[in-house]
């Protein structure tokens, strides 16, 4: 309590502002905060690429780099976090959150950009944005959740405004290339399966733990397949990787990872469908290119897409001190004790961190 009146002077002070700052630091808890700012960030990794890709660089070069750029801040922060002894993973978990890491990240990331190269960026963005129904549908299959009308709903909404939103020029004159098509399907697959496998294994490993340990196994994957692979000399392509891998890299990666956490993958997936919307208007500021009504109707869509999942309850936390049952040595110990009065925002950025026990209603 001894920090709060700092935070509310920021807002001004008052019973207003109070009621302000709960309501934000509700809406951290709840995870949908954390997902639309990830959806903010990993929005401006379509105009990096783009950008990088302009100036010669090779497509699977780039992916590498940012990589290279995010995994060692993720370290920094697993560190920071959990101090050392989270650098030692028990062997059963650590190699679970590996193959996470190389089949959730390296491949869709690869799927994706070979993807664009045969299909074009629009075509290819549309397919692989079938992810979050792929995930409600996998949720629904392991029993962590049911659909309802309203998920319904929100997928028409969502996938309507992304068929308006994504700028298609020359519609009639593409060319569908199969081995393009399966590729962005292939790299919608593998984000579900990321998700949901994250959600699984959220209950035995921290968030930035399962993170990190992932992004490690595929970089070390993607140096393997591309590390010996000429450097770019463009400097600017260093700039846009150095962006890409942590404005679009390491943030987007970390809020993901907490997201998930407190509202589950299917949840969190729906609401970065709004993500394009985004794109759509940096490029207005970064590439001089203008919103037509069409788009500025299908954000629209997108927005209602989100909002008509409605906020719906999570389940509670552990009491303090409490600890997850354990499966097996070392599974119920990798995940930190919940410390007595954390609670809102406190758990993503404090050094103690909690974890929820997960059941998805999708009514909600």
């Not at 808890?29 to 690429?49: N, Q």
């Not at 968030?207 to 992004?215: A, C, D, F, K, Q």
């Not at 394009?276 to 954000?299: D, K, N, R, Y």
């Not at 009065?341 to 929820?356: R, V, Y």
Request: proline share 5%; net charge positive; glycine share 12%.
């Amino acid at each position: 309590m001894g920090e709060e009146p700092a935070a509310f002077a920021f807002f001004g002070g008052g019973t207003q502002e109070t009621k302000r700052m709960a309501t934000l630091k509700l809406l951290a808890a709840s995870g949908y905060g954390l997902a639309v700012l990830a959806a903010v960030t990993m929005s401006f990794k379509s105009i990096l690429v783009k950008l990088a890709l302009e100036r010669g660089a090779d497509p699977a070069v780039l992916v590498w780099l940012r990589m290279l750029v995010a995994t060692p801040l993720l370290l920094a922060l697993l560190v920071v976090r959990e101090g050392r002894r989270g650098l030692r993973p028990s062997f059963g978990l650590g190699a679970l959150a590996s193959a996470t890491g190389v089949f959730g990240i390296a491949l869709p990331m690869l799927f994706s950009f070979y993807s664009i190269d045969r299909i074009g960026a629009a075509l290819s963005t549309l397919i692989t944005f079938a992810y979050p129904a792929i995930t409600v549908l996998l949720t629904v299959a392991l029993g962590r959740g049911r659909i309802t009308r309203r998920t319904i709903g929100a997928l028409g909404l969502s996938t309507i405004g992304l068929v308006a939103v994504i700028p298609f020029s020359g519609i009639g004159t593409i060319k569908v290339d199969p081995m393009g098509v399966v590729l962005a399907l292939l790299a919608a697959l593998s984000w579900a399966g990321y998700g949901v496998s994250t959600e699984l294994l959220l209950g035995r490993l921290s968030p930035i733990r399962l993170l990190t340990y992932g992004s490690v196994a595929a970089t070390v994957v993607l140096s393997c397949l591309f590390g010996g692979r000429p450097l770019p000399l463009d400097p600017m392509i260093w700039v846009y990787a150095s962006v890409l891998g942590t404005l679009s890299g390491f943030v987007p990666f970390v809020l993901t990872s907490y997201a998930i956490e407190r509202v589950g993958a299917a949840r969190t997936y729906l609401v970065s469908t709004f993500g394009p919307a985004f794109t759509a208007t940096w490029a207005v500021f970064l590439l001089g290119e203008h919103l037509t009504l069409t788009q500025i109707g299908g954000m629209l869509l997108l927005l209602a897409g989100v909002a008509a999942q409605g906020t719906g309850r999570r389940v509670a936390r552990r009491a303090p001190g409490e600890r997850l049952p354990s499966g097996g040595p070392g599974e119920g110990g990798d995940y930190p004790r919940v410390p007595a009065g954390a609670g809102g925002a406190d758990l993503l950025l404090a050094k103690p961190n909690t974890t929820s026990v997960r059941v998805m209603d999708m009514s909600q």
